[in-house]
């Protein structure tokens, strides 16, 4: 079975500052790979995600994740964050047996941007 | 946004009765999923669903039941509630399983006293 792990719990910055949010994953074959993020109060949302090809994916929000194969890596990054950017951040995994594959979440990552 | 309604969304009950959740959607994705969050654990997979009346259990599964008898639904039951039952569920569609992207519903917060 897979698992994910997120490196950071809770992670504290000011507005303008760089964020690199870290994800390892643990699982001997081919992954999807995603960043959900959930806002105060809301449901998931996707961020980006990884299936196959360039190994940089950028995503919504001036977001990007780098999938590093022989790190088993994703990790998260935005060059300056905004307050807005205060949420929780969840990397997920599939597998891609073609099955019905439900993620694998991380156990999150609270940002906080202080203004 | 994916077009996923849960009901009820927010539901305060006893322990030892018995709890359904709905989870609808209107895209006619052939998978659906049912997880909870609860703090420090992130999400895990509760049950899924690859059809109608076609379910298995995920990584959390004691203690819940489901049913799919049409695309659209996808019910979660717990039996007879407990208070480590308590927490945030969210449903999730998925047109292709694991090899697409899963939407998730606005959620359903449960308390159990």
């Known amino acids: 079975a897979q698992s994910v792990s997120q490196h950071n719990h809770h992670v504290i910055l000011s507005e303008a500052a760089s964020l690199e949010l870290g994800c390892n994953y643990s699982?001997?074959?081919?992954?999807?790979l995603f960043w959900y993020v959930q806002y105060p109060g809301q449901h998931l949302q996707l961020l980006l995600k990884?299936?196959?090809?360039?190994?940089l994916v950028k995503g919504i929000k001036g977001f990007e994740a780098e999938f590093i194969k022989s790190k088993f890596s994703f990790n998260l990054r935005k060059p300056s964050v905004q307050w807005s950017d205060t949420a929780e951040y969840f990397c997920?995994?599939?597998?891609?047996?073609?099955?019905?594959?439900?993620?694998?979440f991380g156990k999150g990552t609270h940002l906080i941007i202080q203004p | 946004d994916a077009g996923i309604t849960q009901s009820p969304r927010h539901k305060v009950t006893e322990t030892g009765t018995p709890v359904t959740l709905r989870c609808h959607q209107t895209?006619?994705?052939?998978?659906m999923y049912w997880y909870r969050q609860d703090p420090g654990h992130g999400l895990r997979l509760i049950h899924y669903?690859?059809?109608?009346?076609?379910?298995d259990k995920g990584e959390v599964s004691d203690g819940y039941s489901v049913s799919r008898s049409k695309t659209e639904d996808f019910l979660l039951t717990l039996e007879s509630a407990t208070s480590s039952q308590t927490s945030v569920y969210f449903c999730?569609?998925?047109?292709?399983?694991?090899?697409?992207?899963?939407?998730f519903g606005p959620g359903t917060r449960l308390l159990v006293l």
């Open positions: 999730a569609i998925s047109a292709l399983g694991g090899r697409e992207t899963q939407y």
């Open positions: 699982y001997g074959g081919t992954v999807n």
């Open positions: 990884y299936f196959s090809g360039d190994p």
């Open positions: 997920a995994v599939s597998t891609t047996g073609g099955g019905a594959d439900g993620l694998t």
């Open positions: 895209e006619n994705h052939r998978y």
């Open positions: 669903s690859y059809g109608v009346k076609d379910t």
